[in-house]
C-alpha cells in the first residue's frame, strides 16, 4: 500500500519494483506468524533465566486453584457418595392398623421424588435392634414393644441435594399417619455449606492469582520492550505498523502461557501424587475404598488455555501501552 | 516531489527550530540541505518523515497534504521514503543481510522472496561480501552503506539523508555521495542534509540553506520558482 504514490510502480526509476500479488501476501500471513512464533521461542532462549522466572511464576499461581480444584472435586464425589445413602425415615403413629400402614406405604411409593419404601414393622425394628444394640435379653423383659413401625423412604435421583430432600422431607411428614420423619440433614447441609465456601475460596484466590500473573506478564514484556526501545525505533522508521512490531511481543506471551501451563500441569500432578498415599490411609481406617481423582484431559487443557489466555492478556497490556509510546526521534 | 508551504515548527518549550519555511524540490531532484547545526535541517527532514508534524504551514509530498495522514497511515507513508541517519540507526544484534531485508519483511515479503532485492541492493552499495556480518564487526563507512542499502531495497522514490558524511573523512565521503548521485540518475529524489560545505562546493547541486530556522536561500535564481 503506497499512501502518496498511488502509482509507485509506473513511478520512473521504480518501474522493477513488483508488488506481492494479493493472494501470496494472504499466504503469506500465517507463515509470518508462525515466523515470529519461532523467532519469539528463540528470543526467550536468549534470556532463559528471567523468562524462566516469568513462566515458574505463571505456572505455579495456577497451580494452587488447579490444585484446590481437585480438591473439591473429589470432596464432592465423597459427599454425593454419601447423599446417594441419604434416606428419609418415617416413624409412624401406633395407632395404625395393617392396612392403613399398607395403604400409606402404597401412596408414599407413589408420591413424587420417592425411589423405593421399606417397611419395617416394629417386631423386625426390635429384633434388630437387639441384636445390633448388645442389649440382647434385656430387651426381653419389655412388656410391650416401644417402636413404631417405620418407613425408609430412599428419595429418587433428583431429590437427593439437601434441599430438594428436605422439600420432600417435609411433604412426607404432613401425612396423617405419620408421627414424625427424620433425615440426618445438617451434616449434609454443614457439607454443601464447606463445600460451597471452599468453592468461593477457590474462585476468588483464582481471580485474585490470574490478575496478579496478567500483571507479573505484562511487567517482564514492558521490561522486554522498553529494552528493545531503539530496536523499535528503526522499525518504526522504515515503516513498520504497531501491529508488526507487537506480534513478537504476544507470542512471547503465548510462549509463557504455554511453558507455564505445563509448569502448573507437571506441578499440580506431583502434588496429587505427594497427598495421595495419605489420603489412601485415611480412606482405609474409614474402610471405604477411595481413588483420588486427578485433573482430567479436559481439565488439564482448560488449565493450559487459561494459562495461554493469561499470558496473552498481560503481553497484550503492556504491547498495547508502550509499543504506541515509542516514536522515533 | 517535496513541497514547504509557509512551515513553521515550534517545540514544546518554545523553541522555534523554523519559521515560514517555503520550497519545492522537484521529482528526480538532488539537493543539498545546509546550515549550521541547530539551524533546523533535522527538524526539516523529520518534518517530511513524519516524525514530527509542523505547528504551522503546510508540507506535501508528491502533491499529499501530510495533515490529512493519520497516526495508523503513518507506517506507510514511510514505506515511501528511504531514510538514510549518521548514526546509521541498525539492528546491531541482527545480520547485514537481516538489517536490509527489514523493510521488506514489513511489507509482507517472505525471506526467500527478499533475498533477490537485499543481495542487489548490497551489492549497489559495495558490500554484498559483508551479509553474513553484523553491524559491529564493520567500519563507519561500511555502517552507513548498510544505512543506504536499507534505505533503497524497497526502491522509494524519495531518499532523505540526514548527515550521511557525518562522521567519514572526505574521500569516503565523496563514495557515499556518488552512490547518492546513482540512485538520482534513475529517477530518486534526494534531500541531503549536511554540514560539509566543502563537499557541497564540489558539486554542482541546489543548496537550500537554513539559518536559525529561517530558509535564507533556496538554491535557486530568481525567477526559477
Request: aromatic share 8%.
Amino acid at each position: 500500500m503506497s499512501l502518496l504514490f498511488r502509482n509507485r510502480s509506473i513511478e520512473k526509476g521504480a518501474s522493477s519494483r513488483g508488488r506481492l500479488p494479493w493472494w501470496r501476501r494472504l499466504i503469506m500471513v500465517p507463515v509470518h506468524h508462525a515466523q515470529q512464533a519461532i523467532a519469539s521461542l528463540g528470543e526467550l532462549w536468549r534470556n532463559p533465566f528471567a523468562s524462566f522466572m516469568t513462566m515458574a511464576v505463571l505456572g505455579l499461581s495456577l497451580t494452587l486453584p488447579s490444585s484446590l480444584y481437585v480438591l473439591v472435586k473429589n470432596t464432592s464425589t465423597i459427599a454425593d457418595n454419601w447423599q446417594q445413602a441419604s434416606e428419609v425415615t418415617l416413624f409412624l403413629r401406633k395407632d395404625l392398623q395393617q392396612s392403613e400402614i399398607d395403604t400409606l406405604k402404597t401412596q408414599t411409593e407413589l408420591s413424587e421424588g420417592v425411589k423405593s419404601v421399606t417397611l419395617i414393622p416394629k417386631e423386625q425394628g426390635l429384633k434388630e435392634f437387639k441384636t445390633q444394640s448388645g442389649f440382647g435379653e434385656t430387651l426381653d423383659y419389655l412388656s410391650s414393644n416401644p417402636l413404631p413401625d417405620v418407613l425408609v423412604v430412599i428419595p429418587a435421583e433428583s431429590h437427593r441435594s439437601p434441599q430438594r430432600a428436605e422439600e420432600l422431607l417435609n411433604r412426607l411428614e404432613k401425612q396423617r399417619e405419620v408421627a414424625y420423619a427424620k433425615m440426618d440433614l445438617d451434616w449434609l447441609n454443614r457439607l454443601q455449606g464447606i463445600l460451597n465456601l471452599i468453592e468461593d475460596i477457590l474462585g476468588a484466590l483464582a481471580v485474585v492469582l490470574c490478575l496478579s500473573v496478567v500483571l507479573i506478564v505484562g511487567n517482564t514484556i514492558r521490561l522486554n520492550i522498553l529494552s528493545k526501545r531503539d530496536e523499535i525505533m528503526v522499525m518504526k522508521l522504515v515503516g513498520a505498523t504497531n501491529a508488526f512490531i507487537q506480534r513478537p511481543f504476544l507470542y512471547t506471551g503465548v510462549w509463557y502461557g504455554i511453558i507455564g501451563g505445563l509448569v502448573a500441569f507437571l506441578a499440580t500432578a506431583l502434588l496429587i501424587w505427594w497427598v495421595e498415599s495419605a489420603v489412601v490411609e485415611l480412606t482405609e481406617l474409614y474402610e471405604t475404598p477411595f481413588q483420588l481423582n486427578g485433573l482430567t484431559l479436559g481439565e488439564l487443557l482448560i488449565v493450559w488455555l487459561v494459562a495461554v489466555g493469561l499470558g496473552l492478556a498481560g503481553s497484550y497490556l503492556a504491547v498495547r501501552r508502550h509499543i504506541q509510546s515509542i516514536e522515533p526521534e | 516531489m517535496i513541497r514547504f508551504e509557509q512551515v513553521s515548527k515550534t517545540y514544546r518549550g518554545g523553541h522555534q527550530a523554523l519559521s515560514h519555511v517555503d520550497f519545492h524540490v522537484q521529482p528526480g531532484e538532488m539537493a543539498f540541505l545546509t546550515g549550521h547545526s541547530g539551524a533546523g535541517k533535522s527538524t526539516l527532514l523529520k518534518l517530511i518523515s513524519l516524525m514530527e508534524r509542523p505547528t504551522a504551514g503546510r508540507v506535501l509530498i508528491n502533491g499529499h497534504d501530510l495533515r490529512k495522514i493519520k497516526p495508523a497511515q503513518v507506517p506507510y507513508v514511510r514505506r515511501d521514503i528511504g531514510m538514510i541517519f549518521q548514526d546509521h540507526r541498525l539492528l546491531m544484534d541482527k545480520t547485514i543481510f537481516d538489517n536490509v531485508a527489514l523493510p521488506l519483511i514489513i511489507e509482507g515479503y517472505s525471506v526467500q522472496e527478499a533475498r533477490k532485492r537485499v543481495v542487489a541492493a548490497l551489492e549497489k552499495v559495495g558490500i554484498a561480501d559483508k551479509a553474513k556480518h553484523y553491524p559491529y564487526m564493520l567500519s563507519g563507512g561500511e555502517q552507513q552503506r548498510v544505512g543506504i542499502a536499507r534505505a533503497i531495497v524497497t526502491k522509494p522514490p524519495l531518499l532523505l539523508a540526514d548527515e550521511p558524511t557525518g562522521n567519514l573523512d572526505p574521500k569516503l565521503s565523496m563514495e557515499i555521495i556518488r552512490l547518492f548521485e546513482e540512485f538520482n540518475k534513475v529517477g530518486v529524489a534526494v534531500l541531503i542534509a549536511t554540514h560539509d560545505l566543502g563537499l557541497i562546493a564540489r558539486l554542482r547541486y541546489r543548496t537550500l540553506t537554513l539559518k536559525d530556522g529561517r530558509m535564507i536561500n533556496d538554491g535557486l535564481e530568481d525567477g526559477e520558482l
